[in-house]
């Protein structure tokens, strides 16, 4: 069966999807404080892997250090809040012009390096970031960590929220932010700056030769990916309100947003999202089949390895790539028909 883009049955299936979509959020936000938590933290990942996903898929650029900006986002709300007395929601903006900032510099040597030579430089910054954290001990708390009062980050007076549905406000904040990241991506990768980042990704030498500014490229889209997996870092310090440079700010956790970038797809719009279902919920359905003599990490590392292998060699552009695949089989979607060329008076084309 094919579909025309633009025809009335192809609007009807968006909406039908978007309603679907909605009733199973307003479902979600429903359920158990536990569960509810559990879906923000899959959010604020999907978010995470999202700005990854700027730099690695669709640019090429191999980053290992994602961490380091996921952790800066959050260390900026969590400073501004208990130092300054700032508001959770005013941070953010702070928060998103030093992690583009950051991400430029880093950005910086992929003028002159490429692929395992860079990812070795991101890995440096992933390293580095939490030894920085413990040497700035007065501002962040150091090794103790740093603790975010949780009447701070009650919900807005404007929400309607209670004190203690924190769980509420956060899970549709998340929610919130994360449409607004999927769309701002969507609609920047069928511009023409992400055209030219599709091209620098594919053939570096081309797309020079094509007049497109490879280093600007290159840089703004590593700004711009930093910028946004710090904006889920500021939302994991609204959601978690403990902050530690040990605990989630490790290069485990820049292992995890690449760990679900492949398995949800590279350079897709929606397989960071699968992805981060996949890295929040395989390590917690494990649980349960662990074996007293195996540790819960040691099971979880096991699943993750059997599962990229798995996808590398079945789906290799991740699950939606290989759900994509089935789809077509079954339905395809047309672009819309080119529209005719208007007919001057002379009978010339224009």
Known sequence: MEIQRGTWTHRALVVATGVAIALVLL??????PFRVNQLTNVFIYAIAITGLNLATGYTGLLSIGHSAFFGLGAYTTGVLVMKYGWDPLYTVGPALVLCFVVGFVIGLPALRIRGLYLALVTLAVGVAFPELVRRFEDLTGGARGLVIRRRLLNPPEWTGLRPGQRDVWMFWLSVVVLVIVVLLVHN??????????????????AAAASGIRVAAVKTSVFGLSGAVTGLAGCLFAMYLAALSPDGSFTLLKSIEFITGLVIGGAATRIGPIIGAFAVVYIPYFTANLNPSNVSQGQLSGVLFGLALILIIFLMPD??????????GRVA??????????????RGEAT
């Open 188 to 205: 920047l990768v069928r511009s023409r700056a992400g055209l030219a980042m599709i091209a620098t990704r594919d053939n570096e030498i």
């Open 318 to 327: 991740g699950l939606v790539g290989g759900i994509s695949r089935l789809v």
């Open 27 to 32: 479902w979600m936000s429903g359920l158990a």
């Open 332 to 345: 395809t979607l047309r672009p819309p028909p080119a529209a005719p060329a208007a007919v001057s008076s």
